[in-house]
């Protein structure tokens, strides 16, 4: 066998789980490493505690006087916990964390230091920003950017350093990261949410935005990992024919789990409920060896920080346990891929959940109120949505007969369907009858038995209906979720507003209120009535369907992030003072940048080991065949020796015919790739990326998957798929 994969094999084969023996009670460990309120009121004054409890609540500016007092209350409750360090914690647009450790030592003499942190390192830092990414927004020589605290986000120690979460813009103002348009998309829905509650409930003050994310991921021996150079560099196989057993006996999802897997999971949770990041649920997914986990639904600005926490929470603790974790969409072919399921609701202070029905005609007035306009806000920027979820590893995953398709609809159960029907069949321009108004209350009353029953989700769905909620199934797994969230409540909060508007016009013509709602309601029924789709989203008489609907297909991260530039998109953008024309320009370069150059290290990766390990593994065992038919020769007759040679023969020009194709097909995509690499403009590079040197990819690969079928298992130099998958 090829030496560096059968040392990694017999280190993986050879590795004994490691044991986590901490006995926790959740609840007492839950939140330790976290500067929650409860422990604010221990560091702080009262006044003080009121001062910045407010802000927290209400997103106000904190003052610089109480920052003062709050950076010394978290100086002494970190440094007790033996914090060195601090950092401002922030998500710049490279889809990672970033953060930048400052000691909290400061030297005042005669050898001698204290520790300090004062309100202005709390409130704000200088941060470079010339080498994150910006679109273009800042030059080089205009680097300078901002960190700027976000107080609705609880600081927190990650080992030695306390991390305080934060927002980042440039010198001049503009985002550079997902939490600044985040937290002020979860600001509009609040808003314009309440003005829409009101006409139902005047104690409704406040809607929260809330998410629970659902993570996907796969786990992979580490020796194997490293001896895969396409995992090491590009976070995929790039080649590896399907393994014999997959998943096609279902008896992954649920299964037991493995005890070096449990191990894993177990040290995870415990770091992760330290740093008050609310772990519920684990299990097996539908592949071998991939996994899920899943907290309990936060607040959505909190929800999406303790995701981007908990991902490098799983890659630290993975290699202590020997361990890779692939949160790549497709990191295999053949079976499933990850995606990260965001579960979305709006809370409302009183304590209800607006996609929750209730138990009089009123509270399920409000529920549909909410429901249809988000049908309705879907239907208007559904190629908006999918440009949210757009990445080079998203569109392997997407439509794969194992994951949404591209094409964006909602699923809401034929039950929910009739009760939109008969909204839309009885109310009319005309004043509605008082035997049409009772009818309808009755089937409103209904809802919550409706919902109850209307259990079972179409999975196929990549939006879809699921009791008290809407799951957006189309996420993919190593997505910062912040993006897909700030569409969907800046749709939602301008479809609300746009419903309050026209429900104020049939009032100020004496309409009474719930006929008003119900007729504004009706014209949403009747518009959104394209987007849902109650079938199966894999088949192809969907996508048939769809181009009659007239809904778009869009199989490409390039299509898909020009919808960001759509003046349909910009203006709801600008209107809503979310982003302004240039920032949403400057996004759309980062993602067409990040996309090519995805492709372009996967064309790399992919040339290098097809020529420096398939094709000399491949020559070396033609050879072999080669001298084993030469001396058939020696030993046969003629007659013999034709019958016996042939099947080798054959073999071997099979061999040179794969070969040689991947050989050619591999200089032609380096040919196209120097080509496109001389396009300046970021969108024209993606977009011949895209079209040019991505096809290469699987024409290379099946060429190299027959060869790994041919070659004697002895000699082949990567890890196969039965090892990567079934190896624990």
Not at 52 to 62: E, G, M
Not at 268 to 289: C, D, F, M, Q, S
Not at 430 to 451: D, W
Request: with cysteine.
């Amino acid at each position: 066998m090829n030496t560096f994969r059968k040392i990694a094999l017999s280190a993986a084969y050879s590795k004994k789980p490691v044991e986590f023996n901490e006995k926790i009670k959740p609840s007492e460990i839950f939140a330790e490493n976290v500067f929650t309120l409860e422990k604010m009121r221990e560091y702080l004054s009262n006044d003080v505690y009121k001062k910045l409890n407010q802000p927290v609540k209400d997103n106000l500016s904190v003052d610089r006087k109480t920052a003062e007092q709050v950076a010394l209350a978290m100086k002494s409750w970190a440094t007790q916990k033996y914090a060195t360090h601090y950092t401002h914690w922030f998500q710049p647009l490279t889809g990672a964390t970033a953060e930048k450790h400052d000691a909290f030592l400061a030297p005042v003499g005669e050898g001698k230091a204290i520790e300090i942190f004062d309100g202005s390192s709390l409130i704000q830092q200088e941060s470079d920003a010339s080498s994150l990414p910006s679109g273009g927004m800042r030059n080089t020589f205009e680097a300078r950017g901002y960190t700027a605290w976000d107080p609705s986000s609880p600081a927190f120690l990650m080992d030695d350093t306390l991390c305080i979460p934060t927002i980042f813009i440039s010198y001049t103002g503009e985002a550079l990261d997902f939490k600044t348009p985040l937290l002020k998309a979860l600001s509009l829905i609040d808003k314009a949410a309440v003005e829409v509650c009101r006409l139902f409930d005047k104690n409704i003050t406040k809607v929260t935005a809330s998410l629970g994310i659902e993570q996907e991921y796969f786990l992979v021996d580490e020796d194997l990992f490293n001896a895969r150079p396409d995992l090491f560099l590009a976070g995929r196989t790039l080649f590896g024919h399907e393994t014999p057993k997959g998943q096609q006996l279902e008896d992954n999802y649920f299964g037991v789990i493995p005890k070096r897997v449990m191990e894993y999971m177990k040290e995870l949770e415990y770091h992760a409920w330290k740093l008050g990041i609310p772990l519920k649920t684990r299990h097996n997914e539908v592949a071998p060896n991939q996994y899920e986990l899943a907290p309990v639904y936060e607040e959505a600005n909190l929800a999406n920080d303790h995701n981007q926490l908990v991902m490098i929470l799983m890659n630290k603790i993975a290699q202590k346990h020997g361990f890779r974790v692939l949160f790549h969409e497709k990191p295999y072919a053949g079976v499933n891929g990850s995606g990260k399921h965001n579960n979305w609701s709006l809370i409302t202070n009183t304590g209800e959940n607006l996609f929750s029905s209730g138990k009089t005609p009123d509270t399920n007035l409000l529920f549909l109120t909410f429901f249809i306009n988000t049908l309705k806000a879907v239907e208007d920027y559904p190629d908006l949505i999918r440009a949210t979820i757009a990445s080079a590893g998203n569109d392997l995953r997407l439509g794969a007969n194992e994951a949404p398709p591209a094409i964006m609809s909602v699923f809401i159960g034929s039950q929910l369907t009739q009760i939109l029907n008969d909204i839309e069949s009885m109310v009319k321009k005309g004043k509605m009858t008082q035997q049409e108004k009772n009818k309808l209350k009755i089937n409103i009353s209904k809802i919550p038995q409706i919902i109850l029953d209307n259990t079972d989700r179409n999975r196929t769905s990549p939006f879809a209906f699921t009791g008290n909620k809407f799951e957006f199934r189309a996420v993919g797994s190593s997505d910062n979720c912040g993006a897909p969230m700030i569409v969907l409540n800046v749709i939602l909060a301008n479809q609300l507003k746009k419903f309050k508007n026209e429900v104020d016009m049939l009032l100020k013509e004496g309409i009474e209120k719930e006929e008003a709602i119900l007729r504004v309601l009706r014209n949403a029924i009747k518009c959104s009535k394209r987007i849902l789709f109650e079938g199966n989203s894999y088949g192809e008489e969907w996508k048939q369907e769809a181009i009659k609907r007239g809904l778009k297909n869009i199989t490409n991260t390039p299509d898909a992030l020009g919808m960001f530039l759509e003046e349909k998109s910009v203006k709801l953008f600008e209107n809503n003072e979310i982003f302004t024309r240039k920032e949403l320009i400057a996004r759309y370069h980062i993602k067409m940048d990040k996309y090519y150059k995805k492709i372009q290290i996967e064309s790399r990766v992919l040339g290098d080991i097809a020529l420096t390990h398939i094709i000399p593994t491949a020559i070396k065992y033609q050879s072999a065949l080669i001298e084993n038919t030469q001396r058939m020769k020696q030993i046969f007759n003629e007659n013999d020796y034709n019958t016996m040679s042939a099947t080798l023969i054959n073999m071997i020009k099979e061999m040179s015919e794969k070969i040689n194709n991947v050989k050619s097909l591999v200089l032609k995509m380096t040919e196209e790739r120097k080509k496109t690499n001389n396009i300046e403009d970021a969108s024209d590079k993606a977009k011949a990326y895209c079209k040019n040197v991505l096809p290469y990819l699987n024409q290379i690969r099946y060429n190299v998957d027959k060869l790994e079928l041919m070659i004697d298992d002895e000699i082949w130099p990567l890890p196969k798929y039965r090892e990567l998958l079934f190896v624990k």
